[in-house]
């Protein structure tokens, strides 16, 4: 099955995804699956055949929604081809500040940034009154400030020194 799904694919990983639905498609009708071997094989390429079907349909609504999008998006918040390196430095930079945090600490800090929680919501969510979630996420922004703000001039000291 992987055979006729790679020659009916974009990619390895799509003919892949497509071969698993397939046995999973058939693990789940072996009911219905023909006892005679030449038989099976036929009924499995025409489940392959249907499950190559449905990704494709699932691809061209995909590419319809991206169209939908990209014409309600502004070009200017698009991020620059020339920065992306950079940000995913400044993201992985991010990424180990907050892991440096203790676990509770580093959820109400998320819980606030990325799901716009109150501190008083946040606090709820951790089991914290309001005034201890308040005083704990901001010990929490200045040590991870502390932390980015060193991490950042270690990085600009070592440009320095590779230019």
């Not at 606030?112 to 089991?127: F, I």
Request: with cysteine.
């Amino acid at each position: 099955m992987l055979g006729y799904a790679l020659g009916r694919c974009a990619s390895r990983e799509d003919a892949l995804d497509v071969t698993a639905e397939t046995f999973l498609v058939a693990w789940r009708r072996r009911a219905e699956l023909p006892n005679e071997p030449e038989e099976a094989r036929a009924w499995l390429f025409g489940v392959a055949r249907w499950c190559l079907a449905n990704a494709a349909r699932g691809d061209h609504r995909a590419q319809r929604l991206g169209q939908r999008l990209a014409e309600h998006l502004d070009v200017a918040a698009l991020p620059d081809p020339a920065r992306i390196h950079e940000s995913r430095a400044d993201t992985r930079q991010v990424r180990q500040a907050l892991d440096a945090l203790p676990a509770d600490d580093r959820e109400l800090v998320t819980l606030t940034a990325w799901e716009g929680l109150s501190p008083t919501e946040a606090g709820a969510v951790l089991g914290l009154t309001p005034g201890a979630a308040r005083s704990r996420l901001h010990r929490a922004r200045l040590r991870l400030r502390a932390s980015l703000t060193s991490d950042h001039a270690e990085l600009q000291e070592r440009r320095r020194h590779d230019h």
